[in-house]
């Protein structure tokens, strides 16, 4: 079983950087590890994964059209840490950050581990 633990988030202002981090206890052949998030009112949407190198021919990062050139997902050499740099934050980035770890697609049905959540607030 794969446990995910975050860390990270807050309140930032529009414009302003967070870096969330998720530690990972084993990062299994052709999972992903990525970061879903849920606004208020919103469905829970996949922002960012990151695919172990032996999973299928998809690229080996993916990124919400949303969060393309602000956020980065990168991880350790090991893949026990995983983290999401988000920078030039919108107020619309404003949600519930949940690390996940699934298999083959970048999706919420996908997903098979969720961790615990965490609060990211950006003030206009």
């Known amino acids: 079983e794969v446990q995910l633990v975050e860390s990270g988030g807050g309140l930032v202002q529009a414009g302003g950087s967070l870096r969330l981090s998720c530690a990972t206890s084993?990062?299994?052949?052709?999972?992903?590890i990525g970061w879903f998030r849920q606004a208020p009112g919103k469905e829970r949407e996949g922002v960012s994964c990151?695919?172990?190198?032996?999973?299928?021919?998809?690229?080996?990062?993916y990124y919400a059209d949303s969060v393309k050139g602000r956020f980065t997902i990168s991880s350790d050499s090991a893949k026990n840490t995983v983290w999401l740099q988000m920078n030039n934050l919108k107020p619309e980035d404003t949600a519930v950050y949940y690390c996940?770890?699934?298999?083959?697609?970048?999706?919420?049905?996908?997903?098979?581990?969720w961790g615990q959540g965490a609060q990211v607030t950006v003030s206009s």
């Open positions: 990151l695919f172990s190198s032996n999973s299928t021919d998809h690229d080996s990062t």
């Open positions: 996940a770890a699934g298999f083959d697609i970048c999706l919420e049905d996908y997903v098979s581990f």
């Open positions: 084993t990062f299994p052949n052709d999972y992903f």
